[in-house]
């Protein structure tokens, strides 16, 4: 088989005299060799200063992730990077109820971290095997 993930992201903004139309909805399809979902179901947050890993080390070829900040309003900011064994690189930031979704597989030695400035946030993940 092939195309069994589909992608779809589209944004629209309404603002007063602002508007962007709906933009999208733009998408892909890919590929999953192995079938099965990977990875930890969810993690929490902290503020550990290298970040906490969504560890896939269970996986064969990570691939699309779905990251959500599983927080209710008013709750912590989830801060999503990356670490390389020397320092943590912040890359994005999940308010509460907010999801992203991107290709999860980096390589060598740097692995997907989150952290927050400063409590615990819940982070639910899911990611497919490639």
């Known amino acids: ?3 069994e993930i589909n992608v779809v992201a589209s944004i629209r903004c309404a603002n007063g005299n602002f508007e962007l139309p ?3 909805a733009s998408g892909f399809k890919s590929d999953q060799t192995t079938v099965g979902r990977g990875g930890p179901a969810s993690v929490t947050a902290t ?3 290298a970040g906490i890993e969504i560890d896939v080390s269970t996986m064969t070829a990570p691939g699309i992730c779905r990251l959500t900040n599983i927080e209710a309003d008013g709750g912590a900011t989830i801060l999503l990077g990356w670490h390389d064994g020397a320092s943590y690189v912040q890359t994005d930031e999940l308010k509460p109820g907010e999801s992203t979704v991107f290709r999860f597989s980096l390589g060598g030695s740097v692995t997907r971290r989150c ?16």
């Not at 952290?115 to 490639?130: H, K, Q, W």
């Open 1 to 3: 088989m092939s195309d």
């Open 22 to 24: 709906r933009v999208g």
């Open 47 to 49: 503020t550990a200063a």
């Open 115 to 130: 952290r927050v400035a400063s409590g615990t946030a819940d982070l639910d993940v899911v990611v497919l095997e490639d």
